[in-house]
């Protein structure tokens, strides 16, 4: 582990179109103690996507080797196509003190949390339904019947989000980067994650009173 101690792993969620994307992007470009996971996925790549940047895009066949043999921390079915995250990178970045970003949906997180109670989950709101409408329809990369299913989508996933840790609002990007990476750091001083070095101090402290004349 690094000096900076584990990093934490981080979920963000949103419904489809409140621009987690760029949110992401934006952390990843101004701050370096932030990896991106990069799932996996079997839905085929939109214009302008880039394997192995965006997702890596496999085979249905693939996605369930990867099943098979135990390689996602999880995976789930998302308006027909299946998700999933690889682990190794995940906790290979975590070990290197990096603060691991997962862009998945609200399915996925639950079961990130459930595995692991510690991770930190970030929903993203727009600041209108109206709004998210324009975003679908802007981004023009999906057919009317995609944008229909993914506002409905949205509509079933607003019950869901109280078991998440807190909700932003995606209005100004410059605020909400700011907001995510505030309550990262945070993250990082809650009790848990300080014991360590609690218990240091602890032990340093005994060895002083022993001797509490003689300096290191
Ligand atoms: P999109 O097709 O728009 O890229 O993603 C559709 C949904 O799948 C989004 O809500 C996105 O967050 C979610 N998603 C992307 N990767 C993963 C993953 O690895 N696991 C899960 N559970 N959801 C994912």
Redesign the pocket.
């Known amino acids: 582990m690094s000096k900076k101690g584990q990093g934490s792993l981080v979920v963000v969620?949103?419904f489809?179109g409140t621009g987690?994307g760029t949110v992401m992007k934006r952390l990843l470009e101004e701050k370096e103690d932030y990896a991106l996971?990069v799932?996996?996925?079997t839905?085929p790549p939109r214009e302008g996507e880039e394997n192995g940047r965006?997702?890596f895009f496999i085979t249905e066949e693939q996605f369930r080797e990867m099943i098979r043999s135990d390689e996602l921390l999880?995976?789930?079915t998302?308006?027909s196509?299946s998700?999933?995250?690889p682990a190794a990178y995940v906790f290979e970045k975590m070990e290197q003190g990096q603060n691991v970003l997962?862009?998945?949906?609200i399915?996925?997180?639950l079961?990130v949390k459930a595995k692991y109670p510690e991770a930190l989950l970030v929903f993203l709101i727009p600041p209108s339904a109206e709004e998210l409408r324009r975003r679908l329809v802007s981004r023009g990369t999906e057919d009317w019947e995609t944008i229909v299913r993914r506002l409905a989508r949205a509509a079933e996933e607003a019950d869901v989000v109280s078991a998440y840790d807190y909700v932003l609002v995606n209005d100004d990007l410059d605020q909400c980067v700011d907001a995510l990476d505030r309550i990262v750091q945070i993250q990082r001083s809650r009790t848990p994650r300080m014991l360590d070095a609690v218990a240091r101090i602890k032990d340093d402290l005994r060895r002083i009173i022993e001797n509490p004349q003689e300096a290191e």
């Open positions: 969620s949103g489809s987690k996971s799932s996996v996925t839905r965006e997702y999880e995976y789930a998302y308006v196509h998700y999933g995250t997962l862009e998945i949906d399915q996925g997180a079961k």
